[in-house]
Nanobody, 129 residues
Framework: QVQLVESGGGLVRTGDSLRLSCVAP????????MGWYRQAPAKEREFVAA????????YYADSVKGRFTISRDDGKDTVHLQMNSLKPEDTAVYFC??????????????????????WGQGTQVTVSS
């Protein structure tokens, strides 16, 4: 089982920025879409953002559109989530994910079956008011 490794979480104040990163070893997902989900306490895991394998398409949840930016390093299975204008409601554990289906769009990842994704262990983001 390939393990994704996240980093970059932390405690910030409302309006601050954070950048999350996720690394997949050995270019295991060079043909797969990758993305981010989050899970707040007592809530279900929800989709945040995705980027396709060629970096030509991105897709965002409405709640983060215009504030978050997903990117992917060329030739590497490394994906980043730049989070600006953070709000207390962004507080959650953020999980990196890779969709097992090859060559799909970013939107297809958002509407896919999360239980079939590869996952990281999660990184905590806390935004204080």
């Amino acid at each position: 089982q390939v393990q994704l490794v996240e980093s970059g979480g932390g405690l910030v104040r409302t309006g601050d920025s954070l950048r999350l990163s996720c690394v997949a070893p050995g270019r295991a997902f060079s043909s797969q879409a990758m993305g981010w989900y989050r899970q707040a306490p007592a809530k279900e895991r929800e989709f945040v953002a995705a980027i396709n394998w060629s970096r030509s398409m991105t897709y965002y949840a409405d709640s983060v559109k215009g504030r978050f930016t997903i990117s992917r390093d060329d030739g590497k299975d490394t994906v980043h989530l730049q989070m600006n204008s953070l709000k207390p409601e962004d507080t959650a554990v953020y999980f990196c994910a890779a969709d097992p289906r090859p060559l799909i769009t970013a939107q297809a990842m958002a509407s896919g079956t999360p239980s079939k994704n590869y996952w990281g262990q999660g990184t905590q983001v806390t935004v204080s008011s």
